[in-house]
């Protein structure tokens, strides 16, 4: 009961915070109010308004800066009929896969050389949820804060624009065509070891490692979901 009311909780919450981004007429590049003023503003607890700012980061709508503050993207995720949906029309999933095959080893080998105690500590926490996730649909979301998390490590804006506006169409396209047969992922997901790998090299500052084992992973869920890239 209780794994099915925080999602339910937080795309109250998300909403919320769409509306408020929109309301306000905050543009690309503008900072939000600080937490405490969101809470006010919104009606929500600081866990709650947390969460919210999690979801619309993983998607790429806001980016936040430790000591700077939290931010509206370039883009978000509204995609509309914009140059991003036009593309999702036109993508498949194996072509979607190979594109994160070009690019997220590449953005791990940054992230290897880049990435600061916090960063670590961000991956982390997202690998370590995705493998508590209760359901599948709460792992997806745990996934792509932790590949997202990687690319923040990367400590390249651009790099994490590249990332967000790739995250956004593989949403539009990949996983409405994959069918799941449990509840959750298994103990023995093999994505939860891959990650561990990722993790590890990252930490250890091995960039060679770290593309390579971002390049299993993702040519191992690839074939998994959809067969050989």
Known sequence: MLTKA???????????????????????GDRLPPERELINELGMTRTTLRRALEALE???AIWRHVGKGTFVS???????SGGLAEISRQMTPVRMMRARLCIEPAIAREAAINASDEALI???????????????????V???????AVAQASDNILL?????????VKRAVAWA??????????????????????VAAIQAREPSKAHEAMREHIGSVSARLFGEV
């Open 122 to 140: 961000r991956m982390k926490l997202a690998r370590d949820r995705a493998e508590g996730a209760p359901t599948w649909a709460e792992y997806e």
């Open 160 to 168: 994490l624009s590249l990332f967000d506006q790739v995250n956004q």
């Open 58 to 60: 993983i998607e790429g």
């Open 6 to 28: 925080i999602p339910a909780e937080r795309e109250v919450a998300v909403a919320a915070l769409r509306a408020f981004i929109a309301d306000g007429a905050y543009a690309p």
């Open 142 to 148: 745990q996934d792509g804060a932790f590949h997202r």
């Open 177 to 198: 065509t994959v069918v799941r047969t449990s509840e959750r992922p298994p103990s023995g997901y093999s994505s939860f070891v891959e990650h561990n790998r990722i």
């Open 74 to 80: 370039g883009h978000g995720a509204e995609t509309g």
